[in-house]
């Protein structure tokens, strides 16, 4: 009777959208203060003030633990099931147990750091698998500069699922998807309260996300309505694997059994100029810059093309919906797509097969492990090291860029000026920036090389050498004698980025006077000349981007064409190297 009753459930959370959650409550009033920013630095500064950025950097490579992240997971496993309608009475088992336990470590890890870490519950209702009371665990570490009111949140659901959406009586250990963003999330916690930050930085545990990421959805909602200001969100789901099952949603699974334990994906919304992707790219230059000269083990950190794996979602999209920057981090590989309900679906992700590991020796204790601890880490430490120098930054400038001659620019910073120097990115062909440099004053000149179209930003950098993120991109075209623009036409199809790829890719068409077409289009052709797919673009003045998602596996060089009213307007080949 049990299984019916939820296996109808999943008919109607899969058919139906719920009810907007409402109640919001945090249950300690001072979080909810200083996640305002109506708050006394003074109350929760440290008795010894460690702030300076390489002390951070540093800090959080040497601390965050292999052991502390295992010991986690292994007691987030313990509680059987942590499904969102799981038991909230039981002390040992279910969703109620384990978020009191995490509550628990937030309230150790300040008590280890001068009581500085906020531990509290977010309360919201909302009918999720029959329960109508739900609540993220989150803790608030308070900036120490109150002018600028923006917190840094680094999130991971604790949720876990079994194929039946609601079951809450199976083997839900749910260690890959998501023990190992929660145990980083807790990690985190604890290793940052040693230091200081301008900004507040909120580390939130998230439930319900396997229903319809309405935890944070929630919290989102909560924010819009109270005002809190996001700087960024970072979320972290399916961080520790590093083994790829038979189905993993593309992009980016060579097949089952590949090891991947060096490299993470940020995925992200919007055109690569978006300012979630800059967030990403900010991101990455604080790994090579801060960090990459002193790890052991070097890890790739893959700007992704699209918000999500092909399909799938996570808690960084209410944040983004709700037009906060968020980003999710994601393992190279992940074991499965999810599809439970597909004819032989053996994977682990989303079935009771997500635990532990085996025990290969018989005494009943696990001795091989799914997820890997060092890789795992080596995700913290780039998620700590990036949320930290956010935390620490100044302001982002405004700029205005003009082409000065053949291949050169001229920026000038036009507003949050003062700072001690300055940085240019200049981005032409690929989702990263082709190259950073140092400004010398508020004005300056620079080469950028031979490419027409340049997506330009700038960041600040106060005394202490961290930069600020950088700003929303100029897209500015820069003469080189050879025009990229079909005068005529006054459009222009670019090179799709990036180019090779990892399985989506961003082309873009540049108009340059607004002309009305019957039918516009880009046609994607095969070797043989076959169209594979038809995308319609909707043509403003300006530059119009489609995404257009290849899929793993269909490897070799295919070619776009711009259709205007049934003419071939400009074509470009794409290589697709996976
Ligand atoms: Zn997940």
Not at 23 to 51: C, K, R, W
Not at 146 to 152: E, F, N, P, S
Not at 505 to 530: L, N, Q, W
Request: glycine share 8%; aromatic share 10%.
């Amino acid at each position: 009777m049990k299984k019916l009753i939820l296996f109808l459930s999943v008919v109607f959370f899969s058919e139906k959208s719920f009810a907007q959650a409402s109640a919001f409550l945090v249950t300690d009033p001072a979080a909810e203060q200083v996640m305002l920013g109506n708050y006394d630095p003074t109350l929760y500064t440290a008795s010894v003030v460690i702030n300076h950025p390489d002390s951070i950097s540093q800090g959080i490579m040497q601390r965050i633990n292999p052991d502390s992240l295992k010991s986690n997971i292994i007691k987030l496993a313990s509680f059987h099931n942590r499904n969102t309608g799981s038991d909230t009475l039981s002390a040992t088992k279910g969703f109620g147990a384990a978020r009191n336990w995490v509550y628990s470590k937030f309230q150790e890890y300040s008590t280890a750091n001068g009581n500085r870490l906020i531990p509290a519950f977010f309360q919201f209702d909302q009918a999720i698998c029959l329960v109508n009371r739900h609540k993220n665990i989150i803790a608030v570490l308070p900036g120490i500069d109150t002018t600028d009111k923006r917190i840094i949140l680094i999130e991971g659901h604790m949720d876990s699922r079994c194929e039946v959406l609601c079951d809450t009586s199976c083997l839900a250990q749910g260690v890959e998807d998501n023990a190992t963003g929660t145990a980083l999330v807790m990690e985190l916690a604890r290793v940052m309260s040693k230091y200081s930050y301008n900004h507040t930085i909120v580390f939130m545990i998230t439930t319900s996300e396997e229903q319809g990421l309405y935890g944070a959805e929630a919290f989102a909602d909560y924010c819009t309505l109270k005002g809190i200001q996001i700087k960024a969100v970072q979320n972290n789901d399916v961080i520790g694997g590093i083994v790829c099952g038979t189905t993993s949603s593309a992009p980016s699974c060579p097949g089952l059994n590949a090891i991947d334990s060096t490299q993470v994906r940020l995925f992200s919304f919007g055109g690569f100029n978006s300012k979630h992707k800059q967030y990403a790219r900010f991101s990455k230059l604080e790994y090579k810059e801060e960090l990459l000269p002193f790890v052991s083990v070097p890890m790739t950190v893959s700007i992704m093309s699209a918000e999500d794996r092909t399909g799938r979602g996570g808690d960084h999209i209410p944040f983004r919906q709700h037009a906060y920057t968020a980003i999710r981090y994601t393992s190279a590989n992940e074991h499965g797509d999810a599809n439970v309900a597909a004819v032989g679906y053996s994977d682990r992700q989303h079935s009771s097969r997500d635990t532990l590991g085996i025990d290969t020796n018989g005494d009943f204790v696990v001795d091989s492990f799914f997820v890997n601890f060092n890789y795992l880490a080596r995700n913290a430490v780039i998620n700590g090291n990036a949320a930290g120098m956010a935390a620490i930054g100044p302001k982002e400038p405004d700029f205005t860029v003009v082409a000065i001659g053949t291949s050169m620019v001229e920026v000038t910073i036009t507003q949050q000026t003062g700072y001690a120097f300055y940085r240019f990115a200049d981005r032409t062909t690929t989702n990263d920036w082709d190259s950073v440099y140092l400004m010398t004053g508020t004005v300056d000149t620079f080469m950028v090389g031979t490419a027409v179209n340049h997506y330009v930003s700038v960041a600040s950098i106060d005394t202490n050498g961290i930069e600020s993120l950088f700003s929303k991109e100029i897209l500015i075209a820069v003469p080189n004698g050879i025009s990229e623009l079909k005068k005529e036409e006054g459009i222009s199809l670019m090179q799709n980025k990036p180019n090779p790829f990892d399985e989506s890719t961003i082309i873009s068409v540049y108009v340059d006077k607004g002309k009305k077409y019957k039918e516009a289009f880009i046609s994607i052709t095969d070797i043989k000349g076959k169209e594979i797919k038809r995308m319609p673009v909707d043509l403003k003045p300006g530059m119009n981007e489609v995404i257009y998602e290849h899929g793993y596996g269909a490897s070799g060089i295919f070619t776009y064409t711009l259709m205007l009213d049934g003419k071939a307007v400009e074509s470009r080949k794409m290589i697709f190297a996976n």
